[in-house]
């Protein structure tokens, strides 16, 4: 010991030299920006940055069954997918969540007494085919596809006409591809973020 100091361990030397790069979040809400959330589902979310605001609203659609299309019309949809993508004049990105679903919300049959030999032998066969999926992970895993529209505005209201503007015309043609749109409101989003 020189002069009454004590002589520094590695540890010491590296936790001296650790820099906080990034700000560690305290809670939920410091992670996940959002400014302010409205009941039909349009966030704010980036902060107050002068005349224009950031919003965005989600949509959840619906898949469309290829497998049942021939090549032409496959073709077909694609051109069509890619025209809505084109002709959008709006930030957006796709977001697609996976969710494990509940193994007792599963419709089971139950036999019952009322019911003759065949009905019987047919609740037996769909129990049996329902519970060998269950054991099948990609049949306990749910798929939903949003599409986020994002738009600078210079107040919710801007925002609400814009959002309403664009949704005018893509229900429309999503519709034509063979898939559905609908609007995913603040409570869905909040789960959905849950």
């Not at 959002?34 to 966030?43: L, M, P, Q």
């Not at 697609?96 to 049959?109: G, K, P, Q, S, T």
Request: glycine content about 6%; proline content about 2%; charged content about 30%.
């Amino acid at each position: 010991m020189l002069f009454g100091k004590k002589k520094k361990g590695v540890w010491e030397e590296l936790k001296e030299n650790n820099v906080t790069v990034v700000n560690i979040p305290k809670s939920v809400q410091d992670l996940i920006q959002i400014e302010s959330i409205t009941k039909d589902g349009i966030f704010e979310i980036e902060p107050d940055n002068g005349d224009l605001h950031v919003f965005d609203r989600v949509y959840r659609f619906s898949d469309i069954n290829f497998m049942t299309k021939d090549a032409e019309e496959r073709e077909k949809i694609l051109i069509q997918y890619c025209g809505i993508l084109n002709g959008m004049n709006a930030n957006f990105k796709f977001v697609i969540c996976n969710f494990m679903r509940n193994a007792e919300n599963l419709d089971v049959y139950e036999e019952r007494p009322e019911h003759n030999e065949h009905q019987k032998d047919l609740v037996n066969a769909y129990n049996k085919i329902i519970n060998s999926r269950r054991i099948n992970e990609a049949f306990m895993l749910e798929q939903n596809k949003y599409l986020v529209l994002t738009t600078k505005k210079k107040n919710y209201s801007d925002a609400e006409l814009y959002f309403d503007q664009m949704e005018a015309s893509l229900y429309g043609e999503f519709g034509e591809i063979g898939s559905s749109l609908e609007k995913v409101d603040g409570v869905e989003r909040l789960n959905i973020l849950y």
